[in-house]
């Protein structure tokens, strides 16, 4: 079972990046998913998050407005589009899958997690 993303790099203050990340070895359609962020020296944070059922989303405060997460279950995807952004957004930036309902903020109840991918903005 592996998520693998793509699509982080170098953007300036206030542009935009579209994060994708595409699980293989089983089938995540049943599953919630999101993402999670990490910066240097910081608390692994939670960025967003969508139910397997019914599409529901919900984001971190510090995101709400500019970030969207949006899925593609038949190809087994989940994607962040990123706009407005910040230099406090720099961090890796984490795919999970396999999250509690009812803790889904919580990096310690999701149960698949990609390697990451450096999102670095610059201002």
């Known amino acids: 079972v592996q998520l693998v993303e793509s699509g982080g790099g170098l953007v300036q203050a206030g542009g935009s990046l579209r994060l994708s990340c595409v699980g293989s070895?089983?089938?995540?359609?049943?599953?919630?998913m999101g993402w999670f962020r990490q910066a240097p020296g910081k608390e692994r944070e939670f960025v967003a998050y969508?139910?397997?059922?019914?599409?529901?989303?919900d984001y971190g405060d510090s995101v709400k407005g500019r970030f969207t997460i949006s899925r593609d279950r038949l190809n087994n995807a989940v994607f962040l589009q990123m706009n407005s952004l910040k230099t406090e957004d720099s961090a890796v930036y984490y795919c999970?899958?396999?999250?509690?309902?009812?803790?889904?903020?919580?990096?310690?109840?999701?149960?698949?997690w990609g390697q990451g991918t450096q999102v670095t903005v610059s201002s």
């Open positions: 969508t139910s397997w059922a019914d599409d529901v989303t």
């Open positions: 070895g089983r089938s995540f359609a049943a599953y919630a």
């Open positions: 999970v899958a396999g999250g509690a309902p009812n803790a889904y903020t919580e990096s310690d109840y999701w149960r698949f």
